[in-house]
């Protein structure tokens, strides 16, 4: 069974980093056609794709936020790592970390709520 | 003008079926892409539903009931997904999503509902 959880800050400040850890478990980032993807949401808005590793360490960014972004991975800890840099209050969504396989992102975590404010 | 454009709303009656459409934008041709849907209800992650890229190549998320299926209409540049047998469960909010210039785009969302 494919679980993802993300962890993180609950309150950034603006122009603070954020760093988010997903923690996975039932897959494994080694193994080949493997990826993980960060996704957020604003709160009563849509869904917005922000950046994805692959089991290889290739990496991609959304191009909107690709100078704020950094995705890292630790394999023997089943973790992925998310980083943004110079957070603003419309940077205040729930972000998800998910699962994909052939181009599938099929399993996501419950999502963590940032709020940025001073 | 955003690649992908859903309409933010739509509504349906129990037992009837809903069509719920993805238009790409000028430009991006329907046909080359796999269209992916996702269901999502409040306060829950979205779920996987299915993806579409022609009747031949399609695949149903695990779990998720033949009553979803997905298609295209070329003419209108629009992925689409229709639901059968509509049920106040599948009373949610539906994205799309296409791998494009390598990155992932969703459309803008869909609210479904079924009264």
């Known amino acids: 069974q494919i679980t993802l959880k993300e962890s993180g800050p609950t309150l950034v400040k603006p122009t603070q980093t954020l760093t988010l850890t997903c923690t996975f478990s039932?897959?494994?980032?080694?193994?080949?056609?493997?990826?993980v993807d960060w996704i957020r949401q604003p709160p009563g808005k849509a869904l917005e794709w922000l950046a994805l590793?692959?089991?290889?360490?290739?990496?991609r960014y959304s191009p909107s936020l690709k100078s704020r972004l950094t995705i890292t991975k630790d394999t023997s800890k089943n973790q992925v790592v998310l980083t943004m840099t110079n957070m603003d209050p419309v940077d205040t969504a729930t972000y998800y970390c998910?699962?994909?396989?052939?181009?599938?992102?099929?399993?996501w975590g419950q999502g963590t709520m940032v709020a940025v404010s001073s | 003008q955003a690649v992908l454009t859903q309409p933010s709303s739509l509504s349906a009656s129990p037992g009837a079926s809903a069509s719920l459409t993805c238009t790409l934008r000028?430009?991006?041709?329907?046909?080359?892409?796999?269209i992916y849907w996702y269901q999502q209800k409040p306060g829950s992650p979205p779920q996987y539903l299915l993806r579409?890229?022609?009747?031949?190549?399609?695949?149903?998320g695990s779990g998720v009931p033949s009553r979803f299926s997905g298609s295209k209409d070329t003419s209108a540049n629009a992925g689409i997904l229709l639901i059968s047998g509509l049920q106040s469960e599948d009373e949610a909010a539906y994205y799309c999503?296409?791998?494009?210039?390598?990155?992932?785009?969703f459309g803008g969302g869909t609210k479904l509902t079924v009264l």
């Open positions: 998910a699962h994909q396989y052939d181009m599938e992102t099929d399993i």
């Open positions: 039932g897959f494994s980032l080694s193994t080949s056609g493997v990826a």
């Open positions: 590793i692959y089991w290889d360490d290739d990496k």
């Open positions: 000028s430009g991006i041709n329907v046909g080359f892409y796999t």
């Open positions: 579409y890229k022609s009747d031949s190549d399609k695949r149903q």
């Open positions: 999503m296409i791998w494009h210039s390598s990155a992932w785009l």
